[in-house]
Nanobody
Framework: QLVESGGGLVQAGGSLRLSCAAS????????VGWFRQAPGKEREFVAA????????KYADSVKGRFTISRDNAKNTVYLQINSLKPEDTAVYYC????????????WGQGTQVTVSS
């Protein structure tokens, strides 16, 4: 089971750190990604990180603002989101196994990020 947390309501220009924790399974050895779905839009790839943490990938729309990282000892993957924009408003989902942009089989329940202008 994947459990996301850290979402919330923030003003434009603010920051959030999302977390994705794996329970009942380990992330070790698996690539993990973040996707998001805005109202009325399809779910889209945001970022992914390899099992070792050595490789990261980002959607063009978030490069330079989002940073994905992981702590395998804590079985957790993070998404640091800076310089938030209203268009970043979406439900953010954790997914594995994937190095993007195609999602893997396992999804979390999602965490809502709302950015006010």
């Amino acid at each position: 089971q994947l459990v996301e947390s850290g979402g919330g309501l923030v003003q434009a220009g603010g920051s959030l750190r999302l977390s994705c924790a794996a329970s009942g399974r380990t992330f070790s050895g698996y690539d993990v990604g973040w996707f998001r779905q805005a109202p009325g839009k399809e779910r889209e790839f945001v970022a992914a990180i390899s099992w070792s943490g050595r490789t990261t990938k980002y959607a063009d729309s978030v490069k330079g603002r989002f940073t994905i990282s992981r702590d395998n000892a804590k079985n957790t993957v993070y998404l640091q989101i800076n310089s938030l924009k209203p268009e970043d408003t979406a439900v953010y989902y954790c997914n594995t196994p994937t190095l993007g942009p195609t999602p893997g089989h396992y999804w979390g329940q999602g965490t809502q990020v709302t950015v006010s202008s």
